[in-house]
């Protein structure tokens, strides 16, 4: 009896061992024989998974972080096809249940496998796939906005609002309100963007800094003639002689006595280029406090020292009514004393008029129909002394024709004892 009882005990005991190697070997869900066992189920995937799937797959998966300037699925597609270019593989993490997938070189992902309701399925997916990301910087004009893949920036993406043009000379940084540049930066791009500044011209594209410039930058300028001992300003700047590229002096045709000569006004001309600006307010003071008034000459913005306003009114008149006599004796309506009456006696020109009487026969008796004379150009040589031109348009008639003449003569007056008179003219 006690040999049947060791007999059936053995074989109880061998039963058992064998119904737990095969459960270890096969129904264990870790067991080797197992068909369902993680190991199997990756190979599985393997084998019925091609490169698209995987790609949909890890897409789903891939926890990067992509700007609103990139797409996510432009992004993720590269990434995954510089990695994915050979064929798949997988082998253990050195975690349990968990697998490295790759192609070639290049790991793709970590799978991990769960046990749920019998059976094994993938349960995590943790994509190894990634790439640098980069900062971009963008230097525009201040009133051009950039755009980055289309994309227009906001205002929080600039970091300087006043940086200067690095080629600005240093005249215009001084100038009261000057041309600057507005930089932006945009972080986390994975990719070389395409950069636009509609209105500007790209200048330089250097690694990621993208620089740009009015398309007519240092185009404007502005030329100056202004009395030598003036001081003139640019847009509230005062210009220097490195500015100054001429000088010009002041020639009259009447005959100046020698040691006025160096009153007459000398000019220096200024000349700035290269500005970034367009806008010149040029104002132009001298030593006395007096502010010129501005002409344009063949593009050069002159102030000179002749004034339209006499120093003294009387000048005005004398200058006025000597024209005016001077034309009615050449038209022999009045004789020699006419205009004789506003000149310096005993000057050279009193001479000059009495002696012209003998010339005058044959113009006598012309119509002559004078309107009021204009004076103006005034040049104070000094308190007595003054050059102005003085002009009269008249109708001149006689048995012809009858047309339309401008009289213009050049006047030096000098202050006497009975006022103003002329010493000399020049005719114009």
């Not at 993720?76 to 349990?96: C, L, M, T």
């Not at 995590?124 to 910087?137: K, Y």
């Not at 600057?180 to 972080?187: A, D, H, K």
């Not at 930058?217 to 490195?242: D, F, H, I, M, Q």
């Amino acid at each position: 009896m006690k040999k049947w009882i060791a007999i059936l005990l053995s074989l109880l005991l061998l039963a058992g061992a064998g119904a737990y190697g095969y459960y270890s070997l096969r129904l264990s869900p870790n067991g080797a024989m197992n068909p369902g066992r993680p190991a199997v189920k990756m190979e599985e995937l393997l084998q019925n998974t091609s490169a698209e799937q995987w790609k949909s797959l890890l897409s789903e998966a891939w926890s990067g972080e992509v700007t609103e300037y990139e797409s996510r699925e432009e992004i993720f597609s590269r990434i995954y096809e510089r990695s994915a270019a050979d064929s798949f593989s997988f082998r253990s993490s050195g975690e349990e249940n968990s697998f490295v997938l790759s192609s070639g070189s290049s790991d793709l992902a970590v799978l991990r496998f769960g046990y749920e309701n019998d059976a094994w399925t993938l349960s995590e997916t943790r994509v190894l796939l990634g790439a640098e990301t980069h900062s971009i910087r963008i230097e525009v004009p201040e009133n051009i906005v950039p755009t980055v893949n289309g994309k227009t920036l906001p205002e929080s993406a600039v970091t300087d609002f006043a940086l200067p043009y690095a080629d600005m000379s240093e005249l215009e940084l001084q100038f009261e309100t000057h041309s600057v540049r507005r930089v932006y930066e945009l972080s986390g791009l994975y990719e070389t963007p395409t950069v636009e500044a509609e209105g500007a011209r790209c200048i330089l594209i250097d690694g990621n800094l993208w620089s740009y410039e009015p398309t007519d930058a240092r185009s404007y300028g502005v030329k100056v003639l202004a009395p030598a001992t003036a001081t003139v300003l640019l847009n509230g700047v005062t210009l220097s002689e490195s500015e100054v590229v001429g000088t010009e002096g002041v020639s009259v045709d009447v005959e100046i006595p020698e040691e006025l000569t160096q009153k007459l006004p000398s000019y220096k001309i200024y000349q700035v280029s290269g500005l970034y600006s367009a806008d010149t307010a040029v104002s132009v003071e001298t030593g006395d406090g007096r502010k010129l008034e501005q002409s344009e000459e063949n593009g050069v913005l002159c102030f000179r020292e002749t004034s339209a306003t006499a120093p003294e009114p009387e000048i005005e008149t004398v200058a006025g009514e000597y024209l005016k006599a001077l034309c009615n004796y050449g038209a022999g309506k009045v004789g020699s004393g006419g205009p004789c009456q506003y000149v310096v006696p005993d000057a050279a020109l009193q001479s000059f008029i009495q002696r012209a009487a003998g010339s005058l026969v044959w113009i006598q008796g012309t119509g002559l129909e004078l309107q009021e004379p204009h004076s103006g150009e005034y040049i104070s040589l000094d308190a007595d002394t003054c050059v102005c031109t003085s002009r009269v348009v008249g109708t001149v008639s006689n048995s012809y024709s009858t047309y339309e003449a401008e009289f213009a003569c050049q006047l030096l007056l000098v202050r006497t004892e009975n006022g103003w008179k002329v010493t000399d003219m020049a005719y114009e």
